[in-house]
């Protein structure tokens, strides 16, 4: 926790060291930042499988237009990723793992090419995961989850392609990989540690709209 903490501060100093002494060419907008994660815990365990459910994030978001086609975001997001899992024994039991978090993805980006009217872009940069609360409790038919600690932070990292329209509409389609677990099972059963000392991977459609 406190080594994605002193991340975060690093990235936000960084950010906050450019807006400071940046090229009195760089520009700000602000903004409104919505979309869909479609995610799940990769596993290869035969008694578990996950499969992607979609879930949704929103917030609030700034961009720092700098020279030589460069630009900067970050945002502020309530996200909730919704993660499909099944039990292969005896009968199929499935359920739905819903994790609400707040993210602070910081993202750099390249415009690639420049069209009439749009540009296109591409994107990379790391993202921080707060979890606010889960419905663990809730998925009584999958017992092996009883034994499962979520984690309170996590970190991942985003890339991926996006189309600038009219200066003021950002369309994006983001993979999201999670570089550390979101959830440790606490037990011994190795078919379950499979599955949930897990990191969650999305794939992301958002837009933003920045004024």
Excluded at 93 to 108: C, G, Q, S, W
Excluded at 125 to 147: H, I, S, T, V, Y
């Amino acid at each position: 926790m406190s080594n994605i903490k002193h991340t975060l501060i690093l990235c936000l100093g960084v950010l906050l060291g450019m807006t400071a002494f940046g090229s009195a060419e760089a520009q700000f907008h602000w903004g409104v930042r919505a979309g869909a994660d479609f995610s799940k815990f990769p596993t290869t365990a035969d008694q578990f499988k996950s499969d992607y459910y979609t879930g949704f994030h929103v917030g609030p978001t700034v961009e720092m237009k700098l020279p030589l086609r460069f630009s900067l975001d970050a945002s502020l997001l309530f996200s909730q990723k919704n993660v499909g899992i099944t039990s292969m024994e005896k009968t199929e039991v499935k359920d739905i793992l819903k994790t609400n978090y707040f993210v602070v993805p910081v993202n750099a980006k390249f415009d690639l090419v420049s069209l009439p009217g749009a540009d296109v872009m591409v994107i990379a940069g790391p993202q921080f995961n707060f979890m606010l609360n889960n419905n663990l409790e809730d998925l009584k038919d999958l017992n092996a989850l009883r034994e499962t600690e979520a984690k309170k932070a996590s970190v991942g990292v985003n890339v991926g392609l996006g189309v600038r329209v009219l200066k003021m509409l950002q369309i994006s389609a983001l993979y999201n990989a999670t570089l550390s677990d979101d959830y440790k099972f606490t037990s011994l059963n190795q078919t379950t540690q499979d599955v949930f000392n897990a990191k969650t991977n999305s794939f992301v459609i958002q837009a933003a709209v920045l004024f």
